[in-house]
């Protein structure tokens, strides 16, 4: 999913790139969100996520305490 202020910033710094995207929608919101957009996409991501991939992401250092303690939260699971 893109937008056009996104896309517009990424080659405004770096020209040079090709961009490629699923969807391309209309406008950021005035919260930043893309218009019509898809929803939430960390809730429809992280919705089958459990515990042993967050000890592994632990372990592997990708996230730290704080921040499993976050997406915990999120997701529901805390």
Sequence with gaps: MS???GV?????NFSQ???????HDERLNS???????LG?????YFAGLGEP???????LGVLTRDS?????????RK
């Design 3 to 5: 937008a056009p202020e």
């Design 8 to 12: 517009d910033h990424i080659l405004s």
């Design 17 to 23: 790139i090709k961009i490629t995207v699923g969807a």
């Design 31 to 37: 919260r930043g969100f893309i218009v019509p957009g």
């Design 40 to 44: 939430d996409f960390g809730d429809k």
């Design 53 to 59: 991939e967050l000890q592994s992401w632990l372990h």
């Design 68 to 76: 499993a303690d976050a997406l915990r939260g999120r997701i529901g």
